[in-house]
């Protein structure tokens, strides 16, 4: 999607079809109900945004705390340090409002792609973090190592991980695949499901709640299991995985 908006207040109030893009989760309880558009007023933010990785800085994130932008975008640099996804499909990040995400990804299948952070939820990195232990001892999400920084990153890193295969899929097309990407997904399922189980003996109580929508969403939340410091059999062959497919 990129863009840059006019003004800090300006918003899209349309739907996504409206504005061409498309979710890479695919999880039918996002509703987005807008999309910010204007530059972020903050000098430090649009910097460190521009330095994780993002495309023109940071726009309509204005609503989130400085802290808690900087936090989120020193945690994605350090991810694009290792996988470089930033760098292989141009990326812009927006504030965004609806109900049922956090944050979320979409591209507009013109080569780009878009993280969305919910301006209310992802507001505070602190309460982020407090509200990922929850989401830790109900098995919504994978299991990681427990520290501050890593609750207050899980968000971020799945959403990269959407990131990361949506980069994988587009290296895939300019190499000759000609598959859809829900095809291109499915068979990283297999490859990644099946190595945890005949490698490192998985079974179905490792994998979270929320991984088991679809094979987008397993991808993405095996991603934040192999990269938040307590990696289990998922995790551990999404590591394979990453390795024997690397970006860069």
């Not at 936090?71 to 812009?92: D, N, Q």
């Not at 490192?200 to 939340?221: I, M, P, Q, V």
């Amino acid at each position: 999607m990129g863009g840059r908006g006019s003004s800090s207040s300006s918003a899209r109030n349309n739907t996504l079809k409206d504005a061409g893009i498309s979710l890479l989760g695919g999880n039918p309880a996002v509703i987005i109900t807008s999309i910010l558009d204007g530059q972020d007023k903050r000098k430090d933010v649009n910097d460190i945004s521009s330095l994780a990785g993002f495309v023109g800085g940071s726009y309509g994130t204005d609503a989130i705390d400085t802290q808690s932008m900087s936090t989120y975008m020193l945690h994605l640099h350090r991810l694009e340090k290792e996988y470089g996804a930033l760098g292989a499909v141009p990326t812009s990040i927006h504030g965004a409002t609806g109900r049922g995400f956090l944050a979320a990804v979409s591209e507009d299948g013109k080569g780009n792609a878009t993280l969305l952070l919910h301006v209310g939820h992802m507001k505070n990195a602190a309460k982020r973090a407090k509200g990922e232990i929850t989401a830790q001892q109900t098995h919504h999400h994978m299991p990681i190592d427990g520290r501050l920084t890593s609750r207050a990153g899980y968000t971020i890193t799945h959403e990269y991980g959407h990131l990361v295969q949506h980069a994988l899929y587009q290296r895939a097309l300019k190499n000759g695949y000609n598959g859809t990407e829900e095809a291109f997904r499915q068979r990283a399922f297999v490859s990644i499901a099946s190595s945890a189980v005949r490698k490192y003996g998985a079974t179905g109580k490792d994998l979270s709640n929320y991984g088991r929508n679809n094979a987008a969403e397993f991808f993405a939340e095996s991603f934040a299991n192999a990269n938040l410091g307590a990696p289990n059999a998922f995790g551990r062959a999404m590591q394979d995985y990453l390795k024997s497919n690397p970006l860069r």
